[in-house]
């Protein structure tokens, strides 16, 4: 997947998340990946109460929001 992300071949993330913790995990995007904008374009609360979501990432532009300059400082979007 990282591959593909950072070769720009991926359009649309399908992403079951879970809220459970165990322990420290494997990271999706490693730092150094390269930057990338997606929306939440649909979701679902899944039935069961455990409140894990269905997730779709759809691309969208990156650079601007309209509002401000779009900038990531240590590793956090932030509007400039």
Do not use: C, M
Not at 4 to 18: K, M, N, P, S
């Amino acid at each position: 997947v990282r591959s593909l992300h950072d070769a720009g071949l991926v359009d649309v993330y399908r992403l079951l998340q879970v809220p459970v913790v165990v322990g420290d995990g494997k990271r999706l995007f490693a730092d150094g990946a390269v930057p990338a904008t997606y929306r939440i374009t649909e979701s679902e609360v899944l039935n069961g109460g455990g409140g894990a979501l269905a997730l779709t990432l759809s691309s969208a532009a990156f650079g601007t929001t309209g509002v401000g300059e779009f900038v990531v400082e240590d590793g956090k979007e932030e509007i400039a």
